[in-house]
């Protein structure tokens, strides 16, 4: 029930600046809105004094996931032209499934499926994702306290000021800024042992769901990511239900198959919309797994640990992602051009 409980919390961050939404995830992968980057960055820089402070103390521990070279690169490259391409994260998309999205529904079901090939070829791809250059991060590569705190103090700083320059260029009222602070408090909260002793993560959940429906997939696979499964289904089903109920408070809530800002590169058609969301969500899983984690779990989580595999999933995620977006989304024509950037505008006018 704890689980639901801060899986709800989750969701209803998340929505309240908007993060989950398609407009917004693409609408970054097109430059247009930047809500995401900010967010992101601050959360990661503001997380990163605060939990490794946390660890100091003594009153949490390090999740650090180990830096499997490729399949943290490759496992980037792919999950980031999927988050271009279905509009939504891991976790984002079960949030916006709550408030009536049926592509979202379709990127789940390619997330199930990419995260069941996934498995079933484990067994042959484990020797081809390393090497396993262990669970590096500036803590183990700078063991003394003087060293490490400036380092932390400094890339924190960064983090946060890159934000700031961001909202610089890019005005949209605070909501973002707000969602930061709440995703590095509820992460600090879900690694204190009395909480969960488990990070935010979302992706896990799909092999998990996957393997218990259809019974394949590697046994060796299975007792790897059982536990964690288990945890963030049902963290995922708490942020579901945040989707759905604060859509229906709001009023918010509308049963929809295609967002608005896809309908501005790609028409109005449902079946374009579907076969591109389950793409994306098969490409978006199938690399999550090969990177041990995603945008929550691995960027966020990770980033705040300062691990090394994180950062460098961080840098191959978005590095895939702005490119795809620069060659997938292409307006029809300069009418559409300008009527995008209208409605895109009118979104971040309204999630200010």
Not at 35 to 47: N, Q, V
Not at 236 to 250: K, Q, T
Request: charged residues 10%; proline residues 3%; aromatic residues 14%.
């Amino acid at each position: 029930m704890g689980t639901i409980i801060w899986g709800f919390a989750f969701g209803a961050i998340l929505q309240y600046a908007r993060l989950n939404r398609f407009d917004t995830i693409a609408g970054m992968a097109v430059l247009q809105n930047l809500t995401i980057a900010k967010t992101i960055s601050f959360a990661m820089g503001l997380g990163a004094i605060l939990l490794q402070a946390e660890i100091y103390f003594g009153w949490a521990e390090y999740h650090v996931k180990p830096f499997i070279l490729v399949g943290v690169v490759a496992g980037g490259l792919l999950f980031g032209i999927g988050m271009a391409i279905l509009g939504y994260c891991p976790g984002t998309v079960v949030i916006s499934l709550g408030q009536g999205n049926l592509d979202a529904l379709v990127g789940i079901l390619g997330g199930v499926c990419g995260s069941l090939v996934f498995a079933i070829a484990y067994p042959a791809m484990t020797s081809m994702l390393g090497p396993d250059f262990g669970a590096l991060s500036v803590r183990s590569l700078l063991p003394g306290d003087a060293a490490f705190w400036v380092a932390t103090s400094v890339i924190a700083i960064l983090f946060m000021g890159v934000a700031l320059f961001l909202h610089r260029l890019q005005p949209q009222g605070w909501r973002w800024l707000h969602a930061a602070m709440g995703l590095a408090l509820l992460n600090l909260l879900l690694a204190l042992p009395a909480v969960a002793n488990h990070p935010m993560g979302a992706s896990t959940a799909f092999p998990y769901v996957a393997m218990f429906l259809t019974g394949m997939g590697a046994e060796s696979y299975w007792h790897k990511i059982a536990g964690p499964g288990a945890w963030e289904l049902w963290f995922l089903a708490g942020a579901f239900l945040a989707g759905l109920v604060f859509s229906i408070y709001n009023g918010t809530f509308r049963i929809s198959s295609v967002p608005e800002l896809w309908q501005r590169y790609y028409g109005d058609n449902p079946r374009k919309r579907f076969f591109w969301a389950f793409i994306g969500g098969f490409m978006l899983l199938f690399g999550a797994r090969m990177a041990g984690g995603c945008t929550s779990g691995h960027v966020i989580s990770g980033g705040m640990q300062l691990a090394v595999s994180s950062l460098s999933f961080a840098v191959a995620v978005f590095t895939a992602f702005l490119i795809t977006g620069r060659y997938f989304y292409r307006a029809r024509g300069a009418s559409s051009a300008s009527s995008m950037q209208q409605s895109v505008g009118g979104n971040q006018i309204e999630a200010s």
